[in-house]
């Protein structure tokens, strides 16, 4: 049983940056293509970056240029550092393995990211 938690998210103002963690455990972590998903109210939940075992990443571009996901496989953590964050990324942020390439997991609690103007 693959077991997610994420941490990490809070409430900014405009501008501003967090770092959010995600815990893996349960699985061989290293070979999975990892990624970050957001969850705005009444919105669907959308893939906003991701990053293969063997680190290539890739962004949406509504992030690109200001999150960088990284994994450090030795502690099983994929994380997401958002930087200029904008009221627009306010959302429950999830991870879990990167869709496009894997069935997903059983998601995690998620995170909450709040962002003020």
């Known amino acids: 049983q693959v077991r997610l938690v994420e941490s990490g998210g809070g409430s900014v103002q405009a501008g501003g940056s967090l770092r959010l963690s995600c815990a893996v455990s349960g699985s061989t972590f290293r070979i999975n293509a990892m990624g970050w998903y957001r969850q705005a109210p009444g919105k669907q939940r959308d893939l906003v970056a991701s990053i293969r075992s063997g680190g290539s990443t890739n962004y949406a571009d509504s992030v690109k240029g200001r999150f960088t996901i990284s994994r450090d496989n030795a502690k099983n953590t994929v994380y997401l550092q958002m930087n200029s964050l904008k009221p627009e990324d306010t959302a429950v942020y999830f991870c879990?393995?990167?869709?496009?390439?894997?069935?997903?997991?059983?998601w995690g609690q998620g995170t909450q990211v709040t962002v003020s103007s």
């Open positions: 879990n393995r990167d869709r496009d390439w894997n069935p997903l997991w059983s």
